[in-house]
């Protein structure tokens, strides 16, 4: 078996200031037989804000990952990112609600959910409320639009694609922020765009 030694690691983190984040990518017809891969990480953990504008050092745990070949055909790159968030959000919501349980019956306070995605055009159609032809990709935008406004989904942030670490199970040549999460448990994401919700 190659890599013994490598595994996860788990830090504390300070239950007063936890949240749940979802890394989110999906790549359109990247497979040998054209098929889309999509994947997403979930990371607990806690954020400060770093000496740069706009950027944020996660402290965090990989709770659950998923690299998956798309069962859906997909015709953009956004059906592919949506598939991949809608997964995400799914896995991640199941989580996040069973934590919140377990921290309400400890008097805890309850912990935000944060989606994290590198795609603009998704970034767009799940905040400023654009929109796709495709009926399937549709009704899978309006759940998470529905989530959004109900507060299941307390924020969805634009990052750069280059801190994604969900990207490096969706692409052929990754980038270095899945490593750095492994390894040190931390990673640093640069927003690009984001809401500030009342």
């Given at each position: 078996m190659?890599?013994?030694?490598?595994?996860l690691?788990?830090?504390?983190?300070n239950?007063?200031?936890?949240?749940?984040y979802?890394?989110v990518?999906?790549?359109?017809?990247?497979?040998?037989?054209?098929?889309?891969?999509?994947g997403y990480?979930v990371?607990?953990?806690?954020?400060?804000p770093?000496?740069?504008?706009?950027?944020?050092?996660v402290n965090g745990?990989?709770i659950?990952?998923?690299?998956t070949k798309?069962?859906r055909v997909?015709?953009?790159?956004l059906?592919?990112e949506?598939?991949?968030?809608?997964?995400?959000f799914?896995?991640?919501?199941?989580?996040?609600?069973?934590?919140n349980?377990s921290?309400?019956?400890?008097?805890?306070?309850?912990?935000p959910?944060?989606?994290?995605?590198?795609?603009?055009s998704?970034?767009?159609c799940?905040?400023q409320?654009?929109?796709?032809?495709e009926?399937r990709?549709?009704?899978?935008l309006m759940?998470?639009?529905?989530s959004y406004?109900?507060?299941?989904?307390?924020?969805?942030r634009w990052?750069?694609?280059s801190?994604n670490?969900?990207?490096a199970?969706?692409?052929a040549?990754?980038?270095?922020?899945?490593?750095?999460l492994?390894?040190s448990?931390e990673?640093?994401i640069?927003?690009?765009?984001?809401?500030?919700?009342e």
């Amino acid at each position: 078996m190659d890599n013994k030694e490598r595994g996860l690691n788990y830090i504390q983190l300070n239950p007063q200031d936890l949240r749940l984040y979802i890394f989110v990518d999906g790549s359109f017809a990247n497979n040998k037989d054209m098929s889309s891969q999509i994947g997403y990480i979930v990371v607990l953990g806690n954020e400060r804000p770093t000496a740069q504008d706009n950027e944020l050092q996660v402290n965090g745990n990989i709770i659950h990952w998923s690299p998956t070949k798309c069962k859906r055909v997909t015709r953009s790159v956004l059906a592919s990112e949506i598939y991949g968030m809608v997964q995400g959000f799914d896995i991640g919501y199941v989580i996040h609600r069973t934590i919140n349980i377990s921290l309400e019956r400890l008097t805890l306070p309850r912990i935000p959910l944060v989606l994290c995605t590198g795609s603009y055009s998704l970034y767009q159609c799940l905040v400023q409320m654009s929109s796709t032809n495709e009926k399937r990709l549709m009704i899978d935008l309006m759940a998470l639009r529905q989530s959004y406004e109900n507060r299941e989904i307390d924020d969805i942030r634009w990052i750069q694609g280059s801190c994604n670490p969900a990207d490096a199970m969706t692409k052929a040549t990754p980038n270095e922020a899945m490593r750095t999460l492994i390894e040190s448990n931390e990673v640093t994401i640069k927003l690009e765009g984001w809401v500030k919700r009342e």
